[in-house]
T-cell receptor, first 113, second 112 residues
């Protein structure tokens, strides 16, 4: 089944403890992206990647890192999480940028205490 | 990115057609009109997109005004599963950052 998977789906952590949220797609998509969703602020893009080894900042990249070493994986790294990074995170992918429909993962609910 | 305006909420009945409007008066000639929806507790889901002509797919139809300043997403026969937040987004694929800018969307309620 074609899909975008995220792990973990739920995570509660403490301030400053490094964490990684994984994102993987099995559709051979070139484009991948991370969004966060907050009440009243909607979905905002954190980082995106047009292809392997090519990443770029979105609207809210501060406090996040990403890497794209393989086509299928696009992990989101929080080196030192803070409470303002408590949010619902979505990974998305598409065949080639925004010419094509975006497929979204099921989301990761992160709470930073 | 050009701005879109959608009603905050709409309500309809099951098995009836639903017309979800979107205004985009500052749309440019290269902006595509995308629609996504987000069902409760799920990630957004692609619905349809178009440039100038009306578009149909298995999920919905997209009617685009002749001047392209507005569009309407049409669900021909709503089901309870269509209850979601619907987002109308403008995107010029070759311009600017490669991102979808989601507004607040329209929350659609379907009554049994």
């Amino acid at each position: 089944e074609a899909q975008v998977t995220q792990n973990p789906r739920y995570l509660i952590t403490v301030t400053g403890k490094k964490l990684t949220v994984t994102c993987s797609q099995n559709m051979n998509h070139e484009y991948m992206s991370w969004y966060r969703q907050d009440p009243g602020l909607g979905l905002r893009q954190i980082y995106y990647s047009m292809n392997v080894e090519v990443t770029d900042k979105g609207d809210v990249p501060e406090g996040y890192k990403v890497s794209r070493k393989e086509k299928r994986n696009f992990p989101l790294i929080l080196e030192s999480p803070s409470p303002n990074q408590t949010s619902l995170y979505f990974c998305a992918s598409s065949l080639r940028g925004l010419y094509n429909e975006q497929f979204f993962g099921p989301g990761t609910r992160l709470t930073v205490l | 990115d050009a701005k879109t305006t959608q009603p905050n909420s709409m309500e309809s009945n099951e098995e009836e057609p639903v017309h979800l409007p979107c205004n985009h008066s500052t749309i440019s000639g290269t902006d595509y009109i995308h629609w996504y929806r987000q069902l409760p507790s799920q990630g957004p889901e692609y619905v349809i997109h178009g440039l100038t002509s009306n578009v149909n797919n298995r999920m919905a139809s997209l009617a685009i005004a002749e001047d392209r300043k507005s569009s309407t997403l049409i669900l021909h026969r709503a089901t309870l599963r269509d209850a979601a937040v619907y987002y109308c987004i403008l995107r010029a694929p070759l311009q600017g950052a490669q991102k979808l800018v989601f507004g607040q969307g329209t929350r659609l309620t379907i009554n049994p």
